[in-house]
């Protein structure tokens, strides 16, 4: 590799335009990845009936749930694989590698014939579609919350970094779309019977527009100026293990908040509250929009004020109104009053998932920041958000619904002291010593 001199040297500075030109690169890629990951999630109440034998709703939904769950599995092998490539070979070509993975996986979901058809050969190739995704987005995240972190300026760091989730959410904002437009086009039976084939093979088709854009991204100067370390990646990353269990706290409250009022959240308004399945699409659809739009105001907010006192708002607010928010929604009658409960949530959740990539970037030195971003998260995220539907399905399967109620609450407690003993990232990064 050449020398930090060298690079310096020849590397002139970039202009705002062309940090915006990386980031969005970056991001649409980001987009494409979470919309094939997330149209299981929306889709999942229409082809339930598709992979597994009939029975009641509730027992189909702990079945896909509980593949949604494996898909997490694969996560940290994706952490871990695509962390260590992505220190190696560059961001750009760990990026390329995971949008091409989720291609596969979708196009298998899209061709897989029923249950009912090919018989228990169904659900196991919905397990490898849902591994090969998992694969993909474990790599995913960390390397582009590495990407976004290092092209952005210090001043805007907090600003730029967190359009990572404005690209996640809006992923999953364009899989409710497609859900919208199917449903308002297709029966029930339709969607059920092919329909819900429609959205994996629009994703699929997508990920070869996310390659195209990929292609032309910019590598940062930061993986550019580094070194590789001398010694085995894996133990240059134990060196930090401070870093790695903070990565883990932090995370642990936030993705289950995060993964219980968005994915959960439209199967909860169905198979709990009681609407219909267009009501609780248009509720999740309007909430994630406004949720979207917060993202760069709380990470902008960040970059005045702190990472660590928005991070202890999230905790405070998430560990005091969890319960009383689910309570309620569980006997909300009215539209308004289930999107205004479920924004209020979101709103508190923003105060984790507007920074939380920023703030595990800024922990780790250049030569192992995409393996210790992503990693230990994949991990917590494997442990706590891929299993949040299955958790909330179990406990209303046995008439205990309330104990998720508490589950979260205490998973958010548990990272609030993380978030109150753990200093604060803006001022004490490692990326502005790179």
Same mark, same amino acid.
């Given at each position: 590799? &050449?020398?930090?001199?060298?690079?310096?040297?020849?590397?002139? %500075?970039?202009?705002?335009?062309?940090?915006?030109? #990386?980031?969005?690169?970056?991001?649409?890629?980001?987009?494409?990845? !979470?919309?094939?990951?997330?149209?299981?999630?929306?889709?999942?109440?229409?082809?339930?009936?598709?992979?597994?034998?009939?029975?009641?709703?509730?027992?189909?939904?702990?079945n896909?749930?509980?593949?949604?769950?494996?898909?997490?599995?694969?996560?940290?092998?994706g952490?871990?694989?695509?962390?260590?490539?992505?220190?190696r070979?560059?961001?750009?070509?760990?990026l390329?590698a995971?949008?091409?993975l989720?291609?596969?996986?979708?196009?298998?979901?899209?061709l897989?014939?029923?249950?009912?058809?090919?018989?228990?050969?169904?659900?196991?190739?919905?397990?490898?579609?849902?591994?090969?995704?998992?694969?993909?987005?474990?790599g995913?995240y960390?390397?582009?919350?590495?990407?976004?972190?290092?092209?952005?300026?210090?001043?805007?760091?907090?600003?730029?970094?967190?359009?990572?989730?404005? %690209?996640?959410? #809006?992923?999953?904002?364009?899989?409710?779309?497609v859900?919208?437009?199917l449903?308002?086009?297709l %029966?029930v039976?339709?969607?059920?019977?092919?329909?819900?084939?429609?959205?994996?093979v629009?994703g699929?088709?997508?990920?070869?527009?996310?390659?195209?854009?990929?292609?032309?991204?910019?590598?940062?100067?930061?993986?550019?100026?580094?070194?590789?370390?001398?010694?085995?990646?894996?133990?240059?990353?134990?060196?930090?293990?401070?870093?790695?269990?903070?990565?883990?706290?932090?995370?642990?409250?936030?993705?289950?908040?995060?993964?219980?009022?968005?994915?959960?959240?439209q199967?909860?308004?169905?198979?709990?509250?009681g609407?219909?399945?267009?009501?609780?699409?248009?509720?999740?659809?309007?909430?994630?929009?406004l949720?979207?739009?917060?993202?760069?105001?709380?990470?902008?907010?960040?970059?005045?004020?702190?990472?660590?006192?928005?991070?202890?708002a999230?905790?405070?607010?998430?560990?005091l109104?969890?319960?009383?928010?689910?309570?309620?929604?569980?006997?909300?009658? #009215? !539209?308004?009053?289930?999107?205004?409960?479920?924004?209020?949530?979101?709103?508190?959740?923003?105060?984790?998932?507007?920074?939380?990539?920023?703030?595990?970037? &800024?922990?780790?030195?250049?030569?192992i920041?995409?393996?210790?971003v992503?990693?230990?998260?994949?991990?917590?995220?494997?442990?706590?958000?891929?299993?949040?539907?299955?958790?909330?399905? !179990?406990?209303?399967?046995?008439?205990?619904?309330?104990?998720?109620?508490?589950?979260? %609450?205490?998973?958010?407690?548990?990272?609030?002291?993380?978030?109150i003993?753990?200093?604060?990232?803006?001022?004490?990064?490692?990326?502005?010593?790179?």
């Open positions: 590799m &050449e020398s930090t001199s060298t690079l310096s040297a020849s590397a002139p %500075t970039r202009t705002t335009s062309q940090r915006i030109k #990386s980031i969005f690169s970056g991001s649409v890629g980001n987009l494409v990845e !979470w919309y094939d990951w997330y149209v299981y999630a929306a889709f999942s109440l229409y082809f339930a009936k598709a992979f597994f034998p009939q029975g009641d709703l509730t027992a189909q939904l702990l896909t749930a509980a593949i949604f769950a494996v898909g997490f599995l694969m996560r940290p092998i952490g871990w694989l695509m962390g260590i490539y992505a220190d070979k560059g961001r750009k070509a760990a390329l995971s949008v091409l989720m291609c596969f996986g979708s196009l298998i979901i899209a897989t014939p029923s249950y009912e058809t090919i018989g228990v050969a169904a659900p196991v190739l919905l397990v490898v579609a849902r591994l090969l995704q998992g694969l993909s987005v474990g995913e960390g390397t582009s919350a590495t990407y976004l972190s290092e092209m952005a300026t210090k001043e805007r760091r907090g600003f730029f970094s967190s359009f990572q989730y404005v %690209t996640l959410i #809006s992923g999953q904002l364009i899989a409710l779309a859900l919208i437009i449903q308002q086009t %029966t039976e339709q969607l059920e019977t092919w329909g819900w084939r429609v959205p994996f629009i699929a088709m997508c990920a070869v527009v996310a390659l195209y854009l990929r292609r032309g991204m910019e590598e940062t100067d930061s993986f550019k100026k580094t070194e590789a370390p001398k010694e085995n990646i894996m133990r240059t990353l134990l060196r930090h293990p401070k870093e790695l269990l903070t990565v883990v706290g932090l995370t642990m409250g936030g993705t289950l908040a995060f993964y219980t009022y968005t994915t959960y959240m199967k909860y308004l169905v198979n709990t509250v609407m219909s399945k267009n009501d609780s699409t248009m509720i999740s659809a309007a909430t994630l929009f949720f979207m739009l917060l993202q760069p105001l709380v990470g902008a907010l960040s970059d005045k004020i702190g990472r660590r006192p928005i991070l202890i999230f905790g405070v607010l998430g560990t109104f969890t319960y009383p928010i689910l309570t309620t929604l569980h006997t909300v009658q #009215s !539209w308004w009053g289930a999107f205004f409960l479920i924004m209020a949530a979101l709103i508190i959740v923003s105060g984790y998932t507007s920074i939380n990539a920023v703030v595990k970037a &800024e922990l780790f030195p250049t030569e920041r995409a393996l210790g992503g990693l230990p998260y994949a991990l917590t995220v494997s442990i706590f958000g891929g299993t949040a539907e299955y958790v909330a399905l !179990w406990f209303k399967s046995v008439g205990m619904e309330s104990g998720f109620y508490w589950y979260v %609450t205490g998973c958010i407690a548990c990272s609030l002291l993380v978030y003993t753990m200093k604060d990232t803006r001022t004490h990064s490692r990326i502005t010593t790179d």
